[in-house]
Each structure stands twice: as C-alpha cells, then as structure tokens.
Nanobody, 125 residues
Framework: VQLQASGGGLVQAGGSLRLSCATS????????MGWFRQPPGKDREFVAA??????????ADSVKGRFTISRSGDRNKNEVYLQMNSLKPEDTAVYYC?????????????????WGQGTQVTVSS
C-alpha cells in the first residue's frame, strides 16, 4: 500500500488549500480513508475520515464547517482530497493521509494501518 500526499504550501489566514492523496496497491473501494495532522511540537491528531463508500464522513470539531473530505468520483484515480477553507494559523501542521481496510462502511478516527509521507501546510497570520 502506497499513499502519496500533495498540495501543501504556505497560505495567509483566511485562504484555502486542497490536499490530495493518491493511493496505489489498494482496492480503493474497500478502504476507509483519513486525514491527520501534526502541529509543531504536538502529537498527531485526527482531522477527517470518509468511509469506503463515501457516504459516511467524520470531522474533528476544530475543522467542522471549514474542511471537506471527499473521495475521487473517477474510479481510475483512487484519490482522496481535503479541501481546506478559512484557514487559521492553528491549522499549521504536517498533514498525513491514511488508509485502512474496512469490513464495514465506517469512517474511523483511529486505527489506521497505512500512512503517507505527509505534506506541510503553513498558515501565516
């Protein structure tokens, strides 16, 4: 299983970024997908998750209403996205995508076994 996150960068507060996570080596429709982040000097934390069907979505309270997770509608792409709007300096972190085989159509916030390398998001005030 390989996960490749991209789309990070430097943005001013109030701006937007869209992260992408390309997957390979997975039967994409059988995997729940999640985004996590690790702020400087802090532990990694859950951001958002989407079930294998895309019908169930969970967000951390800190990003509700600002971030949107989605799965590619193109069956040839096998990607998951994180649209981040109204960014705040406290959103600054390394963002990781994660995947886990899911027996059921759930959007877990923990327990992921496969991780990408991370992409840096920096929000300036």
């Amino acid at each position: 299983v390989q996960l490749q996150a991209s789309g990070g960068g430097l943005v001013q507060a109030g701006g937007s970024l869209r992260l992408s996570c390309a997957t390979s080596g997975v039967t994409f429709d059988s995997y729940a997908m999640g985004w996590f982040r690790q702020p400087p000097g802090k532990d990694r934390e859950f951001v958002a998750a989407v079930s294998r069907s895309g019908r169930k979505i969970v967000y951390a309270d800190s990003v509700k209403g600002r971030f949107t997770i989605s799965r590619s509608g193109d069956r040839n792409k096998n990607e998951v996205y994180l649209q981040m709007n109204s960014l705040k300096p406290e959103d600054t972190a390394v963002y990781y995508c994660a995947a886990d085989w899911a027996r059921w159509d759930t959007a877990p916030s923990e327990g992921y076994k496969n991780w990408g390398q991370g992409t840096q998001v920096t929000v300036s005030s």
